[in-house]
Nanobody, 124 residues
Framework: QVQLMESGGGSVQAGGSLRLSCVGS???????MGWFRQAPGKEREGVAI????????VYADSVKGRFTISQDNARNTRYLQMNSLKPEDTAMYYC??????????????????WGQGTQVNVSA
């Protein structure tokens, strides 16, 4: 059973920064890892994906230029650096993983494994 453990959430004021981390227990089933978020009353939406083998990435338009996804393959860890945070970034952030990456889209159904989530709150 693949395990994903997120950390790094918290509360910040608008314009602030946070860095989320996600550690995966299995390098083979986590060849593709991504971050998704879900605000109360809204559907889960994709934020960013990174492909382990070559570091290729894709971002949601709403976070381009503000968020950066990166990886440390030696630790099987992915990071989401979030800068210039806005109140609309407030959500539960989830790490997700799968064996395969489709960088043409950011959809939760492409991912089989999920972490428990870490809360991010951005105040105005």
């Amino acid at each position: 059973q693949v395990q994903l453990m997120e950390s790094g959430g918290g509360s910040v004021q608008a314009g602030g920064s946070l860095r989320l981390s996600c550690v995966g227990s299995d390098i083979f089933t986590t060849a593709c890892m991504g971050w998704f978020r879900q605000a109360p009353g809204k559907e889960r939406e994709g934020v960013a994906i990174i492909k382990r083998v070559d570091g290729a990435t894709v971002y949601a338009d709403s976070v381009k230029g503000r968020f950066t996804i990166s990886q440390d393959n030696a630790r099987n860890t992915r990071y989401l650096q979030m800068n210039s945070l806005k109140p609309e970034d407030t959500a539960m952030y989830y790490c997700a993983a799968d064996r395969w990456c489709d960088l043409r889209r950011l959809v939760p159904t492409d991912f089989a494994y999920w972490g428990q989530g870490t809360q991010v709150n951005v105040s105005a």
